[in-house]
Nanobody
Framework: QVQLVESGGGEVQLGGSLALSCAASGSTSRINAMGWDRQAPGEERELVALLNNFGDTRYAESVKERFSISGDLVKKTVRLEMHNLNSGDTAVYYC??????????????WGQGTQVTVSS
């Protein structure tokens, strides 16, 4: 079992900054990537940012140049710094931890989600 505990989030004004943190606990030894997804009302969940154990990062096009993911995959922690936030960033943000499964498959673990609201 893997548990993910998120912190951060809340309400921020247009153009402001916010940071999210996530820590994994439990059976975490196989986790090789951690990141964040988000889901806005009426929208599908989308990848925001991902960090793997090689230090490679991946970002959604809409957040490149504004968001930065960092972390320690030995300690199983990840942080998302968000800058110049706009209304399109309003969503529930979910921490994600990924571990390999049989063959080309993988297993996703999710946090409970934290709300980010950008107000004008």
């Amino acid at each position: 079992q893997v548990q993910l505990v998120e912190s951060g989030g809340g309400e921020v004004q247009l153009g402001g900054s916010l940071a999210l943190s996530c820590a994994a606990s439990g059976s975490t030894s196989r986790i090789n990537a951690m990141g964040w997804d988000r889901q806005a009302p009426g929208e599908e969940r989308e990848l925001v940012a991902l960090l793997n154990n090689f230090g490679d990062t991946r970002y959604a096009e809409s957040v490149k140049e504004r968001f930065s993911i960092s972390g320690d995959l030995v300690k199983k922690t990840v942080r998302l710094e968000m800058h110049n936030l706009n209304s399109g960033d309003t969503a529930v943000y979910y921490c994600n931890a990924i571990e390999p499964a049989a063959g080309p498959r993988w297993t996703d673990h999710w946090g409970q989600g934290t709300q980010v609201t950008v107000s004008s």
